[in-house]
């Protein structure tokens, strides 16, 4: 078997490429530097901790890594800090909202409305709709009721009397027969 050739452009070629190839891993490595010099690395700083899987340090809640020290984060009022290395280490208490990624101001709660359990939003108390940003009466006409279905106005028109006629009708259709007429006299004369 015979080798193949190997010309003096194809090792200059060759040698271009593994110049190239450890010149672009020499600049991730002098780029990735500064990234692991904020690793929670070496001696462990004022307001940060060991951390208990091996060598390291983390910094303590209200603070983050800035090289080799801990500095606080600036809570704005209506904030708690939330331990989390990315962002900005801060979110808003129930009730409030961010704002400019800079403070918290409080969600808008109107008149016969409280705060859903989310705590970023409201939803109208019970008997009242919502109509953009207030809650409106609902108006209960007579022989009807309220309901919790979101999509309508939130009255139902089906009180019992009624319900019996439907029934009546849909047995009607289905071919169920028995009592139609008591059931139908009963409905319409409220004796039900």
């Known amino acids: 078997?015979?080798?193949?050739?190997?010309?003096?452009?194809?090792?200059?070629?060759?040698?271009?490429a593994l110049t190239l190839m450890f010149a672009v891993a020499g600049l991730i490595a002098f780029l990735a530097?500064?990234?692991?010099?904020?690793?929670?690395?070496?001696?462990?700083?004022?307001?940060?901790?060991g951390r208990d899987s091996g060598g390291g340090w983390d910094c303590t809640i209200g603070y983050r890594v800035d090289g080799n020290t801990c500095s606080v984060i600036d809570l704005p009022q209506n904030a708690y800090a939330t331990?989390?290395?990315?962002?900005?280490?801060?979110?808003?208490?129930r009730g409030f909202?961010?704002?400019?990624?800079?403070?918290?101001?409080?969600?808008?709660?109107?008149?016969?409305?409280?705060l859903r359990s989310s705590g970023v939003d409201w939803e109208c108390a019970r008997g009242y709709r919502q109509?953009?940003?207030t809650c409106v009466k609902i108006v209960v006409p007579e022989h009807a009721f309220l309901t919790d279905d979101d999509s309508g106005k939130g009255v139902g028109l089906h009180p019992r009397p009624y319900r019996k006629a439907a029934m009546?009708?849909?047995?009607q259709r289905s071919g169920v027969n028995h009592e139609v007429r008591t059931f139908h006299t009963a409905a319409h004369t409220g004796d039900a």
């Not at 331990?83 to 208490?93: E, I, L, N, P, V």
């Not at 909202?97 to 409280?114: D, F, H, L, Q, R």
């Not at 009546?168 to 047995?171: S, T, Y």
Request: net charge positive; aromatic share 6%; glycine share 8%.
């Open 33 to 49: 530097a500064p990234l692991a010099a904020q690793d929670g690395t070496g001696a462990i700083p004022d307001n940060a901790v």
């Open 83 to 93: 331990g989390r290395a990315y962002g900005s280490g801060w979110a808003c208490k």
């Open 97 to 114: 909202t961010e704002t400019s990624g800079m403070t918290c101001e409080p969600i808008p709660v109107p008149e016969n409305a409280y």
């Open 168 to 171: 009546i009708r849909f047995r």
């Open 131 to 133: 109509e953009r940003d």
């Open 1 to 16: 078997m015979t080798r193949p050739v190997t010309t003096a452009a194809a090792m200059v070629s060759r040698h271009r």
